[in-house]
């Protein structure tokens, strides 16, 4: 397709759909003009410089027409109210979706940089409800995004800079200086483990390497496990490990723990668990079937050994994803959003999933908590209209 072609094309669509400006319309108009022209010099030189300028002219007014339409979707962007507004694709913002575009509202779901949450970086998962047979964790939130764009919800990805409420609208900055508004916002951004930092467990992500021991703690029935991490998360996974796994090893990198007594009592008195003080993870080992050992370094003497395992199980905590909310929205202590049922204090600003989850963290509860959420939003945005 030549220039005249596309912003014939263009000037068309745009006339149908009629959302051009009169001012895009005269300027494409004139492009296609200005394109006629040059095909009425090449037929009367046609020489091969005319016709290579021709071509190089015509690309220059394709892209000018694709950048005046950017322009113009990211204008009517700005000054366009959503009703609701999803912050995250994990399961908890895409069943949010769903509820959310059923009831007519027309959702935009705001994907971050971990598109698809936490649930992308498991393997199989066994505990979601009508699947019999399990269901792959990226697999499983791409069907639940693709129900939702089925009933009419949007997606895009962008980050989210700022968080304002000015009145009843809630504006967000996103990225290269965008504003958005909306009546209502679902904050469904998660919580994101703590990692090593080592490539090599990047490697074997989902496949040795976990960070949650009641999602994939199912498929090391009598092996050997690594449990890393001193806090009472730490106690909590290994004691679950214990009833599954054939053996234990909690790694702690200090020669204490910093878990409630209480815990660190459960763990001590569990048969098949051990303790490895005064280690950290160097390195990940394994091959291509997943993870084999692990190299440990000792805090103390800086000695490397290397110790056999079938998992490791990182247990270092996680870091809500809530930071731009910081004085305006309720927390706790550690970053979690504070809600009653899924609202905050803040009207029309609603939370679900891990974000405001510290004790369960599954993915049916996620999901649950985005259908409140959306049903709560539901509710709010009828209020505002009567």
């Known amino acids: ?26 300027e494409r108009l004139f492009f296609a003009s200005v394109s006629l022209y040059c095909k009425f010099l090449i037929n009367i030189k046609c020489t091969p410089k005319t016709i290579l300028n021709e071509k190089i002219f015509m690309y220059l007014i394709s892209e000018k027409v694709n950048k005046m339409s950017e322009l113009e979707s990211n204008n009517n962007q700005s000054t366009k109210i959503e009703n ?60 639940t995004k693709k129900q ?11 980050i989210v800079l700022s968080f304002e409420k000015k009145g009843e609208i809630i504006e967000l900055g996103l990225e290269e200086s965008k504003k958005i508004q909306s009546k209502s916002l679902i904050i469904a951004t998660g919580a994101s483990a703590r990692w090593l930092g ?16 009641t999602c994939d703690g199912f498929f090391y029935k009598g092996k050997e496990v690594l449990v890393i991490g001193g806090g009472d998360s730490a106690m909590e996974e290994a004691t679950h490990l214990a009833k599954i796994a054939s053996k234990v090893i909690v790694v ?12 660190q009592e459960k763990l001590f ?19 291509i079937k997943g993870v084999n050992g692990a190299q440990l370094k000792d805090t103390v003497t800086g000695e490397i050994t290397d110790i056999k395992c079938d998992g490791i199980f990182l247990a270092l905590g996680h870091v809500p994803n809530t930071r731009i909310f910081k004085g305006q929205i309720n927390m706790d202590e550690l970053g979690y959003l504070k809600t009653e049922s899924t609202k905050t204090n803040i009207q029309g600003v609603f939370a679900s999933g891990d974000v405001q989850d510290r004790k369960y963290r599954q993915a049916i509860t996620a999901a649950g908590s985005g259908c409140q959420a959306a049903l709560e939003a539901e509710k709010y945005i009828h209020s505002l209209e009567n």
């Open 269 to 287: 008195k569990t048969p098949n668990v051990s303790v490895l003080w005064n280690k950290e993870v160097h390195e990940v080992l394994g091959d």
């Open 84 to 143: 609701i507004i999803i912050l995250g694709s994990g399961i908890s913002g895409c069943t949010a979706a769903i509820y959310a575009a059923r009831a007519g509202l027309n959702p935009l779901v705001i994907s971050g940089p971990e598109i698809g949450g936490q649930l992308t970086l498991t393997s199989v998962v066994e505990n979601f409800p009508g699947f019999p047979d399990g269901v792959h964790g990226p697999q499983l939130v791409e069907n």
């Open 148 to 158: 939702a764009e089925r009933f009419g919800a949007r997606f895009m990805q962008n």
């Open 252 to 263: 702690h990198r200090r020669d204490e723990f910093k878990a409630s007594i209480a815990m």
């Open 1 to 26: 397709m030549d220039a005249t072609d596309y912003c014939s094309k263009k000037i068309i669509d745009d006339l149908k759909r009629s959302k051009t400006s009169l001012y895009s319309f005269v």
């Open 198 to 213: 080592l490539p090599s467990e990047h490697k074997f992500k989902g496949k040795g390497v976990s960070t949650c021991a």
